[in-house]
């Protein structure tokens, strides 16, 4: 029997429900084909944008949406993206797959998929390969609401107001495909390009995420926090240079060299793939440890804007175009790292996993006017009612498990977090791939008075596909059982759990 131990009297932060955000690229098929069909389309669509899609993301309450890239952010000019669609340039996608881009998905196009998913905005910007001006001018186009050049040519493109961003990145992976700069040549263009990301709306103040490091880097944090974290004493500036800082982390089996299959992998790989997952925690936690040191108010946010798996590219497609299949290990990938962002939500603001459709750990695939659900969807379904929650303390007594030394993982992992209508909501993963755990969880000195709970669970590589797109899929769980204080549930093996608990 393994004790879930939840304390409901012990809150320990606000999840901002940004941790469940997502990331969009250029590349492979997520914009084209994925999301924009453009209006023309025999798909079904709204302004361009497919609606069995953008319905599917509505469901996840789908907070926050990065765009347009990675690494095509390093090399993108947004006034390429602009106005009459047929005289934009076409250009070759240089990082991803060389096919053409005809910008005809630009920021008018962007701003209006947000708008119809309800959803904030996250930019990132150039620094790579851009200028100072063409990113202090691409902020005046999307939020300036007077008189100036890039307001008006917003207008004359047809959007008379401001739209809101909410975040500005400064930068993409500065360290490598943003530039190869070293940590503090970077911080010194952060300081200078961040000084242009003006904020016009005094009431929507735009938050400015510097670029962070590529995994466990800690020196490039230490030097962009020791270079930039001070206040800059600008009107527009009130908590200083950055709001943020990210950090990008991928769940690769094996190594750059040779990934791993998305699927028919083995135990081993199993138990490989969620180890290396579970490191987002130490990297979270050492991150954080360096931001404290220089931030002790805790405003500088820690933005895992790019994580999930990255597996060697399905047979026959584009490897530029890094398209995966998903299966209940990505569910399990999805469901460890949501828990870990929970527990960390103190410094862990916002999360974007990569990609939103058709790339990397995707929560929709699709094919000409078909689209499934990934296993990650469904993962992410069961996570979305911790989003704008408080973080209550709990604690699992898990044991380790799996094949070889290098790779044992706990075979329980779990999170709590209470919404606004006082409901309780736990997720449980069970990492072991053959074996369920009997559980009993305690919501300490408070009586249970009811128990709702839903289930994803299969067998290690179970998937869905087009012929068979509800293989995996979401189900009611009946088999807890509640006395005083206390739930009693078996946890099947290789599952993801939501139990939604109200206390007398
Ligand atoms: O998500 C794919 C790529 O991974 C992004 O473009 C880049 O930022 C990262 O290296």
Not at 67 to 78: I, K, L, N, S, T
């Amino acid at each position: 029997m393994f004790k879930l131990v939840i304390d409901p009297q012990k809150e320990s932060g606000y999840i901002h429900p940004e941790i469940q955000g997502h990331f969009s690229e250029h590349l492979g098929r997520c914009i084209y084909g994925g999301v924009y069909v453009g209006e023309d389309s025999d798909i079904p669509n709204t302004n361009g944008m497919r609606n069995d899609v953008v319905s599917a993301l509505k469901e996840l309450n789908l907070p926050v949406l990065r765009w347009p890239g990675g690494c095509f952010a390093d090399e993108y000019h947004w006034k390429d993206g602009i106005g009459d669609k047929s005289k934009r340039k076409k250009m070759i996608n240089t990082n991803w797959g060389g096919v053409v881009e005809d910008n005809s998905f630009g920021t008018h196009e962007y701003m209006e998929l947000c708008r119809q998913l309800g959803c904030k905005t996250y930019i990132n910007g150039n620094v790579g390969s851009g200028t100072v001006q063409e990113m202090s001018e691409w902020v005046e186009y999307m939020t300036f609401d007077g008189v100036s050049p890039m307001a008006e040519l917003r207008k004359e493109n047809g959007h008379e107001a401001p739209w809101t961003v909410d975040y500005f990145g400064v930068g993409n992976e500065n360290w490598g495909c943003g530039g190869n700069m070293l940590p503090e040549y970077y911080a010194d263009q952060f300081r200078r390009y961040q000084s242009y990301v003006k904020n016009y709306n005094p009431e929507k103040k735009i938050s400015k995420i510097a670029c962070g490091p590529n995994a466990q880097d800690y020196e490039w944090t230490e030097t962009v926090l020791r270079q930039c974290h001070k206040l800059s004493g600008s009107w527009n500036n009130a908590h200083g240079f950055m709001d943020g800082i990210s950090l990008h982390y991928y769940t690769l089996p094996y190594d750059w060299a040779k990934k791993g299959a998305a699927t028919g992998f083995n135990e081993k790989e199993w138990y490989m793939t969620l180890s290396k997952t579970l490191f987002m925690e130490e990297l979270v936690r050492k991150h954080s440890a360096i931001i404290d040191a220089f931030n002790p108010d805790g405003n500088i946010a820690l933005i895992v804007d790019e994580w999930g798996t990255w597996y060697d590219v399905e047979e026959g497609t584009n490897p530029g175009f890094l398209y995966q299949q998903n299966t209940m290990r990505d569910a399990l990938v999805a469901g460890i790292n949501l828990n870990i962002f929970n527990k960390n939500c103190k410094r862990v603001k916002m999360a974007n996993i990569a990609q939103l459709v058709n790339v990397l750990q995707a929560v929709i695939l699709t094919e000409g006017d078909q689209m499934i659900k990934t296993p990650t969807y469904h993962a992410f379904n069961l996570y979305k009612y911790h989003q704008g929650g408080t973080l209550i303390d709990s604690h699992i007594n898990s044991e380790m498990i799996g094949l070889e030394k290098e790779y044992m993982v706990p075979n329980l992992h779990e999170s709590c977090s209470k919404d606004k209508d006082g409901k309780y909501h736990i997720t449980l993963t069970n990492l072991s791939c053959s074996d369920s755990y009997e559980i009993e969880t305690t919501l300490t000195g408070n009586n249970v008075a009811s128990v709702k709970a839903q289930i994803l669970a299969g067998k290690m590589d179970d998937k869905n596909t087009f012929d068979e797109p509800d293989n995996v899929t979401v189900k009611d769980f009946d088999g807890a059982t509640t006395e005083g204080d206390k739930i009693r549930f078996t946890i099947p093996a290789c599952s993801v759990m939501h139990l939604e608990v109200e206390l007398v």
